[in-house]
């Protein structure tokens, strides 16, 4: 079955996750900073949907996300699990 995927926009960058909205973007927590082995500076967020771990560029005409990981995902199960493509 296909599913409707969105990119860009304000909500999650994920590809695979289908109700990251806007509203559930979150700042990380210092509890979940220290749940990642990886330096994610304030710009930080996560997707309380899907666990997705990302850093929001700040470019002139567009925005784009450089996703880190996943904190406690529903499929890859609890904890830091680093992205790959
Ligand atoms: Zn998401």
Request: glycine residues 16%; proline residues 2%; charged residues 25%.
């Amino acid at each position: 079955m296909k599913k409707k995927t969105r990119h860009g926009g304000a909500g999650c960058p994920s590809r695979d996750c289908s109700g990251g909205d806007t509203n559930r973007q979150k700042s990380l927590t210092e509890g979940q900073k220290k749940s990642i082995p990886v330096s994610i500076g304030h710009e930080g967020k996560r997707c309380n949907y899907c666990g997705c771990v990302y850093i929001k560029n700040h470019d002139l005409n567009m925005s784009t996300h450089t996703i880190l990981g996943f904190l406690d995902n529903g499929i890859f199960g609890e904890g830091w699990h680093e992205y790959k493509e």
